[in-house]
């Protein structure tokens, strides 16, 4: 067993090669993580519906390099869809590779899937944090950082995309802000008990009139240090699911999704 998710995002060491280029910026709630951010301890990760007939069980595949970088997505059995678009986000395409020029700061990312081959750049500052990720043969690729006077990570921009994050004065994350191309904000906000996340909630609003799209609430449950569970709940609908964590296998951590009936939904197997 590897006790986990004590992490409580303090100031970021940024890995943004560590997650799908189209989903920078996005925050993982299973996880407590900014993706294209923060790395996962996991070596792979995968998606599972027993409930599924055994050839379409796996919803889908990451694996990871050792220096926790993503390697492959794999959305195949399950025939979703998968694409680096940051524009239309991941769509389209079912898996993709992931080739870095370097083992440690790499310069280069070439990204290789059914449709295209993306060759991005990625630039450093000069505490050595990611500054832009470029594509110079695609309009609307590039991936804008910027920090704050600590240092910590202030905006992620891609596109027409803005992602802001504000600290609290010791450097746990406070707030995120999302403004989308479709017309909305979502807001994240974040509260904390002994020094661990406690809650999060997440409303998307129109920007024009302020109509709640979308508004849910996550409570997170630890047992000592460990993350134990997460209860999400769709306060618009008034239903929920809980994620509980198992840390009794020696090689993988097992997040298990219940309905509010109790019943299983699906499961994550994270590798070490």
């Known amino acids: 067993m590897k006790p986990l998710f004590t992490l409580l995002i303090l100031t970021l060491t940024i890995s943004s090669y560590g997650q799908r280029i189209c989903d920078f910026g996005e925050y993982d709630f299973y996880f407590k993580t900014i993706k294209g951010v923060d790395k996962t301890d996991f070596s792979q990760i995968k998606l599972i519906d027993s409930t599924e007939p055994i050839d379409k069980q796996i919803q889908y595949v990451y694996k990871f390099d050792s220096n926790k970088r993503l390697m492959s997505v794999d959305f195949n059995n399950s025939g979703s869809s998968y694409a680096e678009s940051i524009d239309t986000g991941c769509n389209s395409i079912i898996k993709a590779t992931y080739q870095y020029n370097e083992t440690e700061s790499p310069k280069k990312i070439e990204i290789i899937d059914s449709l295209n081959n993306y060759g991005h750049t990625i630039y450093y ?148």
Do not use: A, M
């Open 125 to 272: 500052n000069k505490h050595d944090k990611i500054e832009k990720i470029e594509n110079k043969y695609f309009e609307n690729t590039e991936v804008i950082y910027s920090y704050d006077e600590k240092n910590q990570l202030k905006s992620i921009e891609k596109g027409s995309i803005i992602y802001s994050y504000y600290w609290y004065e010791n450097s746990c994350i406070k707030k995120i802000t999302i403004t989308d191309p479709f017309y909305t904000i979502r807001e994240l906000k974040f509260t904390y008990s002994n020094n661990k996340i406690s809650s999060i909630s997440s409303t998307r609003r129109y920007k024009t009139n302020n109509i709640i799209v979308s508004d849910h609430t996550y409570l997170y449950t630890y047992n000592n240090e460990d993350l134990s569970s997460v209860k999400i709940i769709n306060n618009k609908y008034q239903s929920f699911v809980i994620c509980n964590y198992d840390y009794e296998n020696e090689d993988k951590l097992i997040i298990t999704i219940e309905g509010q009936d109790n019943k299983y939904q699906s499961h994550f197997e994270c590798y070490y």
